[in-house]
């Protein structure tokens, strides 16, 4: 559209110029259902170690929440140590399977293997279930085998992006590593494509032309 800037003597609808003054406007196309960015997809899934995927709050506990904050906020915080403190940090909440806020039990995520850009979270088998289950794979070999794949969910792109957004702005310091950092982790999701201005659009130039 012209509102991206022109790519003929006219002027654009947006700033008024032609294509000798404006170099064009880019505009956006919104999804319909967000998607994994493929550049960002192993820090969606240290995220998802990070917290609760029910109540998206950090599986840390209070005194490991504030002592990580205090290393975070150091302002000499450099590439390589900022790093380091970030695997301490997802190493730390990996242990924690119960969230101190909720109390909802959390499981592993992981990629999902043979899969591309899938991820999954384990679930753990109730206590008060457990027995049943240890019967009903004593009796067969191949349920047992089944139940094991089974406790494996699928967490789907719409559901990491509304897990990750609900994140407390006060623990995105701690998930990003940064002192100060306010930016949503859930856009590390795509839910926009960008769509660059005309006259950098071959197709457009050609259309014209024609």
């Known amino acids: 559209s012209r509102s991206q800037g022109t790519t003929t003597s006219d002027n654009g609808t ?5 294509l000798t003054d404006c170099i064009g406007h880019f505009e956006y196309i919104d999804l319909t259902m967000p998607v994994f960015h493929v550049g960002f997809f192993r820090m969606t899934i240290q ?8 109540c998206s709050s950090l599986l840390l506990s ?4 504030e002592s990580f904050m205090k290393q975070v906020s150091n302002p000499n915080l450099d590439y ?4 380091a403190l970030h695997k301490k ?3 730390t909440s990996k242990k924690i399977s119960i969230c101190v806020n909720c109390g909802a039990k959390n499981g592993v995520v992981k990629k999902a293997v043979g899969a591309v850009l899938k991820i999954v979270h384990s679930h753990s088998v109730p206590a008060d279930q457990e027995k049943h289950y240890v019967a009903a794979c004593e009796d067969n070999a191949e349920l047992a085998t089944a139940l094991h794949k089974g406790k494996f969910t699928l967490l789907s792109p719409l559901a990491v992006h509304k897990i990750l957004s609900n994140v407390d702005e006060r623990d995105i310091p701690l998930l990003m590593v940064r002192s100060g950092e306010r930016r949503s982790p859930g856009d590390v999701l795509i839910t926009k494509i960008p769509v660059p201005p005309n006259c950098i659009r071959s197709s457009v130039v050609s259309e014209v032309s024609s």
């Open 80 to 83: 390589l140590r900022r790093k």
């Open 62 to 65: 209070g005194d490991q929440r």
């Open 89 to 91: 940090i997802v190493a």
């Open 14 to 18: 947006t700033c008024g110029q032609n």
């Open 47 to 54: 995220m998802l170690q990070c917290i609760c995927k029910g």
